[in-house]
């Protein structure tokens, strides 16, 4: 009863998301955003028809519409780094690299593990895929928000609830993927609850901070020039290489 | 089991940040002319306020301490030195806030840069991180060692002040030549040690 509620509370949002996207035309704005929302949405009503009608029906679509989802999944990470950092061509370039570097390490893990393994079943790996599809998303996710504080990059509204929302899906999914590989499948009903309560509570921050257009604010117009950067990492430089002469001569007096 | 353990530091550490995030104050978004504004200033505190010349040999210079020793009972030399190291460490605090100060104008400055390199961020942020950790042990061994355990302090900080500046003017002079100059013309023969 609790997870039909859920489920049934999670397409309500989805529905107000894409409303909203229409009237308030931020639907070409985030587009991977709502490229998402609208499939996840899609899967969740056929699905939910479906099962209504025949249980074999759900049974032989959840896992492959579920890795649809997934994959667009990466869209909504691919597009909070672009929106995050879209003003800051400097810190953006950065965040990409990062990004990839730890997508490509995360990758090669994952390969290794899956070379490595012996037995296979079409549930167990999509699991296993969802929870290292995670791991890569909430590692991308950490790396922009590293980013973000690092440079003290000011979020507006609607990138700081995607960021929230989707984060939160991430973090809550995939503690308990970890949790449901270790404990088995006595975890499964308590997991099915956790993953829909915490996308239920994304979309209802989604819903919030996306209600009206709220773009971030503006970075100041200023000289971006290579020299510039040039000199600015050579002052830089300059000034921690004196302070640090100066602290250690008073270290060793 | 490490598998698990690592699985749930990656989920665990991501909501942590995420409730950092929502926590987080809107920082406000700072102009270039604001910036420049900051820079200079901290420049001008280190230069007037922490680094002349007179006041750092005051502060670090034995000789006071010698002629309480000489003239005072032991309880006024006892609180003349617990008055020193305070002086001293408050001095290495607004020191170590002022490198911070131009590490926010680095960071705030190099995010606008297309040209941004990430190997040469890392290196920086790892330089400011080793310094202010450096800051921190400095603190330490003033507490450890006294006032006057750091005697070699004034003219290593002088030379270093002197440098200090000079990489900062050049590090400025990019964002507003003709304002620097003026600063420049204006700030000669203020005093400071450098």
């Keep these: 009863m609790l997870s039909l509620l859920l489920w049934l509370a999670g397409m309500m949002f989805e529905f107000l998301l894409l409303v909203r996207s229409v009237q308030t035309k931020t639907f070409t704005k985030y587009f991977y955003f709502y490229a998402y929302i609208l499939v996840v949405f899609t899967v969740s009503a056929a699905l939910f028809i479906g099962r209504s009608l025949s249980s074999p029906f759900y049974d032989a679509w959840y896992w492959p519409t579920q890795f649809a989802t997934l994959a667009m999944g990466c869209g909504v990470v691919l597009e909070i780094v672009r929106q995050a950092l879209a003003a800051y061509p400097g810190a953006e370039r950065f965040a990409r690299r990062a990004s990839c570097a730890v997508f490509a390490v995360t990758f090669c893990y994952v390969e290794w593990h899956v070379v490595r393994r012996t037995e296979w079943s079409t549930a167990a790996a999509t699991v296993e895929l969802e929870r290292d599809l995670r791991v890569i998303e909430a590692l991308v996710l950490a790396t922009v928000l590293a980013i973000v504080f690092y440079y003290r990059i000011e979020l507006g509204r609607n990138v700081t609830g995607m960021i929230v929302g989707f984060g939160a899906y991430v973090g809550v999914s995939l503690t308990t993927l970890a949790l449901r590989s270790f404990v088995g499948p006595r975890f499964d009903t308590a997991w099915a609850l956790l993953q829909s309560a915490s996308f239920v509570f994304g979309a209802a921050v989604w819903t919030v901070a996306l209600w009206s257009y709220s773009p971030n604010p503006a970075p100041p117009p200023t000289e971006r020039n290579d020299a510039g950067y040039d000199a600015l990492v050579h002052g830089t430089r300059a000034q921690l290489q004196s302070v640090r002469s100066s602290l250690r001569g008073v270290a060793r007096s | ?194």
């Design chain 2, 1 to 194: 089991m490490i598998g698990l353990l690592l699985y749930l530091l990656v989920g665990i550490g991501l909501l942590v940040v995420l409730w950092l995030l929502a926590r987080r104050e809107g920082a406000p978004v700072e102009g270039c002319g604001r910036q420049f504004v900051e820079a200079r200033q901290a420049l001008r505190t280190l230069q007037l306020g922490l680094l002349p010349e007179n006041l750092i040999e005051r502060i670090f210079d034995r000789e006071d301490f010698r002629y309480v020793m000489a003239a005072g009972p032991g309880e006024i030399s006892e609180l003349f030195l617990q008055e020193r190291k305070r002086i001293s460490l408050m001095w290495v605090r607004r020191v170590r806030c002022e490198i911070r100060n131009l590490m926010q104008f680095h960071l705030g400055y190099s995010r606008l840069h297309a040209k941004l390199s990430l190997p040469t961020e890392i290196r920086l942020a790892l330089d400011f991180t080793l310094l202010l950790l450096a800051c921190r042990a400095l603190r330490i061994l003033l507490n450890a060692r006294g006032p006057y355990g750091a005697g070699a302090v004034v003219g290593v900080m002088t030379a270093a002040a002197g440098r200090v500046c000079a990489a900062s003017e050049k590090s400025l002079a990019f964002l507003n030549p003709p304002a620097l100059e003026s600063f420049r013309r204006n700030s000669a023969g203020d005093g400071a040690a450098i």
